[in-house]
């Protein structure tokens, strides 16, 4: 249990379900309620098996307005909840600590309109990305977003955790795309933002409070978002790098090449390309490499872009920036080459234990985080690797092991976090703060930020129900 990995933790003073309780949640949402603990064991541990909780209900509505009647009923009980979507959140914030109710968004998944010209989508917030990519595609369009757990997270999770992904370099992050979110307060009430124009300065932007609240605030039923065109080209070119110099020279050259038309550079290290080699047996074209980047571009017309990938490969390895490189534009090798990165993260997991930091720091120092990570933990771990959204100035360093160690984890925490604050960085670059990085959220906010953020939070769940023991230090 996540209060077990949390000793310190105590459960608040919430009402449990009664059975009274579970006929009015029958009556919300028939034939929805789930009380089966095999059926919800899965809604009960996160997706990387670090948090489990003790859930003893889950309920599935299809509407807003069941959402809002669930709501208003709980905070009536002072019964706690936590929003479900995906379940991929890589933090712990999508599991109940204790036995907060689960509301699970997975049947609200109606895709309600799409206008082709503005390229604005409006869905239920359970609507997984994959879903709505198949929906975009006949009309030529897709998610300004993307990652590797696309199969399975919502709209709603990407929403309510801010999620970055592959594409920020070229079409920043949801507080920009997402144009308009519906949400219930605690108390059930609904707020309606769901506004479908990309201007508009019209009074407080409320639907931001919304964006990485991490389900604290607010259920998020229902948004609008901003769709880009699908590139008419797309290329990939893979570069093997031996000196972390070369990686940046090559990032900048990149840049200054590729220019309009760069949609992606991702960093990988040699331990990460080891890693999706030998658990998941994908095959590298490139030999061995001390670093690798992915540089993607995306252009309207296939020749232009071929011709300026070439050349800057041409450039870096003239200039013996990159050692090694390949160049692929053919859907299914351009998919081949993304599978590698895409899957560093299900690749530790086949480690047994990961340990994983999302933080922010100086371009010039990240793999330094890497570097001092892997000499203090020695060979007490099975692997330390190191991989990023190279143009987004994030790292995700990982420290795998066969099982989950008292030692490993006193070692790693808060050092790491002491190693991010030393160079004004943050904490969590992309996945939030959920139950895992709580602590530290002090790290990367100032005194003044945390308590505005805590009046809100008092203002719009003023019994404290929404995803308790959450984002807030106790
Ligand atoms: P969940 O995991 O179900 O929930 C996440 C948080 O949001 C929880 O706090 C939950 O309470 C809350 N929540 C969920 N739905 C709602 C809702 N409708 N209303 C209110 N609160 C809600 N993240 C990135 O940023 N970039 C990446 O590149 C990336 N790649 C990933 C790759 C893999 C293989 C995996 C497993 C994860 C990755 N993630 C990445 C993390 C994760 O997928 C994202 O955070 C995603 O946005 C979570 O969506 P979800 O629907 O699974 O949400
Ligand atoms: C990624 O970039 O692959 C995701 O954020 C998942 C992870 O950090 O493991
Ligand atoms: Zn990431």
């Not at 307060?185 to 609904?190: Q, R």
């Not at 870096?316 to 090798?333: L, Y």
Request: glycine content about 10%.
């Amino acid at each position: 249990l996540s209060s077990e990995r949390f000793p310190q933790l105590k459960r608040g003073d919430f009402a449990r379900v009664t059975d009274s309780d579970l006929q009015v949640f029958e009556r919300l949402v028939p034939s929805r309620v789930l009380t089966d603990l095999e059926d919800i064991e899965g809604h009960n541990v996160d997706w990387s098996g670090t948090c489990r909780g003790d859930g003893q209900v889950l309920l599935r509505p299809k509407t807003t307005e069941e959402v809002s009647a669930v709501l208003r009923y709980c905070s009536g009980r002072r019964l706690a909840v936590v929003p479900q979507g995906g379940n991929t959140g890589l933090v712990g914030g999508s599991v109940p600590v204790f036995d907060e109710v689960i509301i699970s968004l997975s049947l609200m998944d109606n895709i309600i309109s799409l206008d082709e010209i503005s390229g604005v989508l409006v869905c239920q917030a359970g609507c997984v990305v994959d879903k709505i990519n198949g929906a975009l595609e006949p009309h030529g369009l897709m998610t300004p977003h993307i990652l590797g757990s696309k199969g399975s997270c919502q709209i709603g999770g990407n929403i309510s955790t801010n999620a970055g992904g592959l594409r920020m370099l070229r079409y920043g992050n949801l507080h920009g795309n997402v144009l308009g979110v519906e949400a219930v307060l605690a108390n059930g009430d609904v707020v309606d933002c769901m506004s479908t124009l990309r201007k508009d300065n019209t009074g407080y932007d409320l639907k931001q409070l919304f964006i990485g609240s991490e389900g604290s605030l607010g259920v998020v039923t229902a948004a609008s978002l901003l769709c880009p065109r699908v590139p008419a080209a797309v290329s990939v070119a893979l570069l093997g790098c031996d000196s972390f110099a070369q990686v940046l020279q090559t990032y900048n050259a990149a840049k200054r090449m590729l220019q309009e038309i760069l949609s992606a550079v991702e960093f990988m290290d040699r331990a990460s390309m080891e890693v999706v080699q030998e658990n998941l047996h994908l095959t590298c074209p490139l030999g061995t490499h001390s670093y690798y980047l992915l540089v993607e571009t995306s252009g309207s017309n296939a020749a232009h872009d071929e011709e300026k990938l070439n050349s800057l490969l041409g450039h870096v390895m003239e200039k013996g920036i990159v050692d090694d490189g390949t160049v692929a534009t053919e859907p299914s090798k351009v998919q081949t080459l993304w599978a590698l990165r895409e899957n560093v993260a299900v690749a530790l997991r086949a480690d047994g234990c990961v340990y994983k930091y999302d933080v922010t720091v100086p371009m010039s120092r990240f793999y330094d985080l890497v570097a001092d990570t892997r000499k203090r933990m020695g060979t007490d771990v099975t692997r330390v690797v190191g991989y990023r959204h190279l143009g987004e100035s994030d790292i995700h360093l990982n420290v795998t092991c066969p099982q989950n160690s008292e030692d490993v984890f006193g070692a790693l925490e808060p050092w790491v976090y002491d190693w991010v604050a030393k160079y004004k960085g943050s904490v969590s670059a992309e996945h939030g703060m959920g139950i895992l990085k709580r602590d530290y959220l002090y790290h990367s906010n100032t005194g003044s930020a945390v308590l505005l953020m805590k009046q809100l939070k008092k203002l719009m769940d003023p019994k404290g129900i929404l995803n308790p023991y959450k984002v807030f230090p106790d």
